[in-house]
């Protein structure tokens, strides 16, 4: 079975009960047990719910792994990966220009039960060995990172890991696992904000973690049951509903992205255009070799920052606001949205600077989307 026929009928495409297309929402909590002596397959939902099971094996299937675990958000779901495998006194190596709320996660929680951290360059695999102590016992990375689109070689970081004795965890939320299946590169867990571009339509919050091994697959499910983060049976059925039109979603998204960001890439205005999909990208050949599509998340600067707040403030159909990979195309602006939480000296010095703008590219007609930019971007 291909890809593509995979992601519908791969895995739970039917209801095992009735046949139906969609798989039922199961809003019970608890269930029926016929005999003591006997474990039956569902007992409480915190545990294990019908919903949640098809969702679970449909991430497992789409990225490769031995077990998927869904969660009530991406930043639950990074939680449970991470605490599965860390203990007081362990350290991490993590990307250094990643998701806001993973920079909280490792800045403003995990160092409270004594779990230190080290950013760094992952796209350099120097830096990161570099970066690696005794007690490193996690590398976290994210690529492509956000907001400055950089690209990891995960050859080349699973190779360090080992040698290392690392577990290696990737943020995969911006390919998703249509163009990029890391499990498959070496790389031990995958995390994704499901919110993002396997939801698909702006309308849920959801996490997921792949594993490549079922050893770790059982890690992360104790974490899930005891912590209880899970996701709702509704919501694991409106994200069963989104993977569906995934092939279609990503392939034209990104066929957007590419048009604008070339488009961008030839005006005066914008400065430097971030997207792997650009020859000129410096992590472009690699992940032409390692994945099978560049995304639809570009960034761009401006040759001021007057220019910037008059495109934020005057485009019609993109929509300001936070988040990404809905098909409503989303435009936003990391230093005073998603990463405003970070320090100012550590915003500038990664290139988060007052004139970067992100988009995230919908299903609108790009000839529109690209009229409308041009057109705030020379408003006043
Ligand atoms: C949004 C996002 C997260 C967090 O996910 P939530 O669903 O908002 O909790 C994590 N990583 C990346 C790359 C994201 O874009």
Not at 69 to 93: E, K, Q
Not at 174 to 181: A, G
Not at 200 to 224: C, F, M, P
Not at 226 to 241: A, D, H, I, K, Q
Request: aromatic share 8%; proline share 4%; glycine share 8%.
């Amino acid at each position: 079975m291909k890809y593509d026929t995979k992601i519908l009928h791969g895995a739970a495409d039917r209801d095992p009960y009735t046949g139906a297309l969609s798989i039922p929402i199961y809003p019970a909590s608890t269930y029926h047990q016929k005999n003591i002596d006997e474990a039956p397959g569902y007992v409480y939902s915190r545990a294990g719910n019908p919903t949640r099971r098809a969702l679970e094996e449909t991430l497992a299937m789409l990225e490769g792994g031995a077990r998927a675990y869904a969660f009530a958000s991406g930043v639950a779901a990074i939680t449970a990966a991470l605490t599965a495998v860390l203990s007081a006194g362990d350290h991490i190596v993590a990307t250094r220009d990643i998701y806001g709320g993973s920079y909280r996660l490792l800045t403003d929680y995990l160092d409270r039960f004594g779990i230190e951290h080290t950013f760094a360059d992952t796209s350099d695999p120097r830096e990161v060995e570099h970066a690696i102590r005794p007690n490193t016992r996690v590398l976290f990375l994210e690529s492509p990172s956000n907001p400055l689109l950089k690209i990891i070689d995960f050859e080349a970081m699973a190779a360090i890991a080992r040698a290392r004795g690392c577990i290696t965890i990737l943020d995969n939320t911006f390919l998703t696992p249509y163009f990029f299946r890391p499990l498959d590169f070496g790389i031990d867990m995958s995390v994704h904000s499901a919110t993002k571009f396997l939801g698909g339509h702006s309308d849920l919050l959801a996490g997921a973690v792949i594993t490549k091994s079922r050893e770790l697959g059982e890690q992360v499910y104790r974490v899930q049951a005891t912590t209880g983060g899970v996701l709702s049976p509704e919501n694991s059925w409106l994200l069963l509903r989104g993977i569906k039109t995934l092939r279609a979603r990503m392939t034209l998204q990104a066929e957007g992205a590419m048009r604008i960001a070339r488009w961008l890439a030839d005006q005066r205005w914008a400065t430097s255009v971030y997207y792997p999909g650009l020859p000129e990208h410096p992590g472009h050949d690699i992940l032409k070799r390692q994945a099978t599509g560049f995304g639809a998340v570009v960034s761009f600067t401006t040759d001021s920052v007057a220019r910037a707040h008059a495109i934020m403030k005057h485009v019609q159909y993109w929509t300001v606001a936070v988040s990404l990979g809905g098909v409503e195309s989303i435009l936003s602006y990391p230093s005073r949205m998603s990463h405003a939480a970070l320090p100012v000296e550590t915003r500038e010095s990664l290139g988060i600077t007052d004139t970067l703008i992100r988009l995230s590219v919908g299903l609108e007609d790009a000839d529109d989307l690209i009229e409308d930019l041009a057109r705030a971007a020379e408003a006043r």
